[in-house]
């Protein structure tokens, strides 16, 4: 396991400690048990795992405990969604924000990725005159961008989905027009700002937002068509009844389903996995074990997924496709880890990070050689 890189601009990653401390009134050198952990709106089997118990237990044999980094009291712990700033952390979600964390000089590893395949789609307005994807050729293309210094992991979802449709029609970028559509809404607010927007940046109205800058600019006719995921993707879907120009989630081609949330990836403090590889080797295999209890509940499973996405359970099954969870798996298979490449790849020549690294430097395997001894 190599050392990450260092840029100028690179965060240290001393901060969880100091915050596990003066939240939980211990001593200096007592928060070595305990740990932090993050999650996506998404499937995953850290979902599926927390609520069953499986991590709490895994972690407690290691002596060890678990808390959601969004219970930090400081903004910029809380930013470790993002960041990945706070020591202890694990993170499970898309891959966007934890490369770019990476590309600063986070100091993380890359543990497990998962392949959980989600509906994905590029919607167009009935009247735009669109049937198939070559008709993109000279329209205009939703693309939100966020100012507010975060990560705009939605903005390079949605050029990433673009330029993903375009390439099975011989296309690119360059034969469309992209409407940048302004968008001033934070995902964690930060020191001094109104106490009511702290709600964690996946609460209810912040879902339903996700979408609003593209959604009425669709409406204006300011836009020809959107990119957009997930349930809530097709749940918009719905709402415009708008014409479904390519489905990329389920294509054929493994190569157009790559974006942020595709594959979704398993991102550990590199301390913690250098020094404690038991450790996450019980994280990595208590997720795995999650798919076996999923198949025993799976009404409460298909709860716990609808839960984490912010949708109604009828909407699940249609977004994701799957009846017994084998995608939730989380390994390092190397058709896994080329697709984090390509995503990182993507993002440098976009120019959504500044400095490259190799994915292959930044996997850590021993816990997962670890973990599949367990099992």
């Known amino acids: 396991m190599s050392a990450p890189a260092r840029p100028p601009e690179g965060r240290a990653t001393s901060l969880g400690e100091d915050v596990a401390q003066r939240q939980e009134g211990s001593p200096p050198g007592a928060a070595s048990t305990r740990l932090w952990y993050t999650r996506c709106p998404l499937p995953t089997a850290s979902g599926l795992a927390l609520d069953a118990g ?25 930013q470790s969604h993002f960041t990945h700033a706070v020591a202890g952390l694990f993170r499970q979600g898309g891959n966007i924000p934890p490369i770019w964390a990476r590309s600063r000089g986070a100091n993380t590893v890359l543990a497990g990725i998962a392949w959980t395949p989600e509906y994905q789609a590029i919607l167009a307005h009935p009247g735009a005159g669109i049937r198939g994807i070559a008709d993109l050729k000279g329209k205009r293309l939703a693309l939100p ?15 990433r989905g673009y330029d993903s449709a375009l390439r099975l029609a011989g296309l690119t970028l360059a034969d469309v027009t992209l409407v940048e559509l302004p968008v001033d809404e934070v995902y964690i607010a930060r ?17 339903v937002r996700r ?9 204006r006719g300011e836009v020809d068509a959107l990119y957009a995921s997930g349930a809530l993707g097709l749940q918009l879907q719905a709402l ?5 120009v390519v489905e990329l989630g389920f294509h054929a081609d493994r190569r157009a389903q790559i974006n942020n949330q595709v594959p979704n990836i398993l991102t550990v403090d590199a301390d913690l996995a250098r020094n404690r590889p038991d450790i996450v080797a019980a994280y990595l295999s208590a997720l795995n074990r999650s798919i076996a ?53 993507f993002l440098l020549e976009h120019g959504f990070i500044q ?21």
């Open 211 to 219: 979408q609003q800058a593209e959604t009425f600019a669709y409406v």
């Open 54 to 78: 499986l991590l709490a237990e895994a972690l407690a044999d290691r002596g060890a405990a678990l808390a959601a980094v969004e219970t930090l009291d400081t903004p910029d712990a809380r």
């Open 293 to 345: 209890w999923a198949r025993r509940h799976p009404g409460d499973a298909l709860r716990i997924y609808a839960r984490e996405v912010g949708a109604p359970e009828e909407w699940i099954a249609p977004s994701y496709r799957e009846t017994d969870f084998r995608s939730l798996r989380v390994g390092l298979d190397p058709e896994l880890i080329a697709a984090v490449s390509s995503q990182k790849d």
């Open 145 to 159: 961008v966020r100012r507010s210094g975060e990560i705009d992991f939605w903005r390079a979802m949605c050029l």
């Open 191 to 207: 020191q001094g700002e109104d106490e009511a927007s702290r709600a964690w940046m996946w609460a209810g109205a912040a879902r």
């Open 355 to 375: 400095h490259d690294f190799d994915v292959h430097e930044w996997v850590c395997g021993e816990p997962m050689r670890l973990a599949s001894q367990e099992t």
């Open 240 to 244: 415009l009844q708008a014409t479904e």
